[in-house]
């Protein structure tokens, strides 16, 4: 069965560190979201792409965030300057044209000291 | 604008006896609603979906959820829990096919 694969599956930082996380998303989806869940805490929406452009992002992806799609396969996280807030385990998912089910990685647990 | 409320943070069960993970939502448009579960150090699997067809929708590992329009509810169900549901069970709504928003979630002990 198709997943959507992660990496790194945990990374640790210092504070104000550039941190990319990195995803492939299954080969014929077209949309492609970040989510984040800090620990014990619910699952926050960061941002949505489709057709090489953001769609939606929410109020916690500010500058510090980025996402890019550099070639036909990878779907990147980049935070710039890492904050201790910013840990958290980080979920890629994506879903195809016309449907309606994302599906998730398995997560980049990020620790930020 | 959406959300998703999940009225227990926790629930605790018995083995072999029922479970009930209780959502309400709350969407402008006609929603797509979906559970998910993410157990220890795992990521976030599908167990069901509803999206306008059948009230009643079957899921994997026997789950089962109704959606109540008239309760703006979508309750998730089983008849008899199994120590292997031990989990934090998530329920989301997606009012257009765009955005998913998920709830706090909900934790689920099973006691043998």
């Known amino acids: 069965e198709p997943e959507v694969t992660q990496t790194p599956s945990h990374q640790v930082t210092q504070m104000g560190q550039e941190v990319i996380l990195r995803c492939v998303p299954i080969?014929?989806?077209?949309?492609f979201y970040w989510y984040r869940q800090i620990l014990g805490q619910k699952v926050e929406f960061l941002v949505s792409f489709y057709n090489n452009e953001i769609s939606e992002k929410s109020e916690i992806f500010d500058d510090q965030f980025s996402v890019e799609r550099p070639d036909g396969s990878n779907f990147t996280l980049k935070i710039r300057s890492t904050k201790l807030e910013d840990s958290a385990m980080y979920f890629c998912?994506?879903?195809?044209?016309?449907?309606?089910?994302?599906?998730f990685g398995a997560g980049s647990r990020l620790t930020v000291l | 604008a959406q959300s998703v409320t999940q009225l227990d943070s926790h629930v605790s069960v018995s083995e072999g006896t029922p479970v009930l993970l209780r959502c309400n939502y709350s969407?402008?448009?006609?929603?797509?609603l979906f559970w998910y579960v993410q157990h220890p150090n795992k990521g976030l699997q599908l167990l069901l979906k509803y999206t306008s067809a059948a009230t009643l929708v079957k899921g994997i590992n026997g789950f089962e959820a109704e959606f109540k329009k008239s309760e703006t509810s979508f309750h998730l169900t089983k008849p008899s829990a199994h120590m292997s549901d031990a989990a934090e069970y998530f329920c989301?709504?997606?009012?257009?096919?765009?955005?998913?928003?998920f709830g706090p979630g909900t934790r689920l002990s099973v006691l043998p």
């Open positions: 969407s402008s448009y006609s929603p797509s």
């Open positions: 989301v709504v997606s009012p257009y096919g765009q955005n998913f928003v």
């Open positions: 080969s014929n989806h077209l949309y």
């Open positions: 998912a994506s879903r195809g044209w016309g449907a309606n089910v994302l599906t």
